[in-house]
């Protein structure tokens, strides 16, 4: 019975937050080269992680995306981390991919940041800007932390959604 009554609180929050948001986002969402949004959907998402190496959100198989924007210089996002890391742990990899864009303008700091907090998954993107980063423009961001979900179709499906849900989550459908 508890998973029940759970999961459908699960189903209607994210329900409600997709709604309260889909038409602001079709609105306030525009293309740009390495990344596109269109009827509240990422359609087109393309950068160079930390890593150097090339990414594409084509090449994303899992049926949800996670969608972190941070920054090393951000109290905030740096305390929200260690869930983060905590979820990336838990969560399986089939399910769920986790893709971190930081709002750093400084690479130093930004991968010492990434090593210093144990963000050990490996899709890590910056395009080095701060506030300025095009996909802060377009993902119309105002403050970070700020996250989204996306679903197996790459629409947002929910955002700002509190760390300790996906955790519920998980326990509930293990």
Known sequence: MTIKIVTFFLIITLACRSNES???????ISSVDSIEISNNKIVYLKAKMASGDLF?????KTPYVFIDFWASWCKPCRNLNPKIV???KILD??????ISISLDSDRKDWIKAI???GLSWPI???DL??????YAKKMNIQSIPSNFLLDSNRKIIASEIELEWLLE??????
Not at 23 to 28: G, L
Not at 169 to 174: I, L, S, T
């Open 93 to 98: 990899a089939q399910k769920i991919t986790i």
């Open 129 to 134: 800007r701060g506030w300025e980063s095009i």
């Open 124 to 126: 890590q993107i910056s």
């Open 56 to 60: 594409s959100l084509d090449s994303v």
């Open 86 to 88: 905590e979820i990336y």
């Open 22 to 28: 889909s038409e602001f986002y079709s609105k306030n």
């Open 115 to 117: 090593q210093k907090d």
């Open 169 to 174: 989550y998980k326990k509930v459908n293990n």
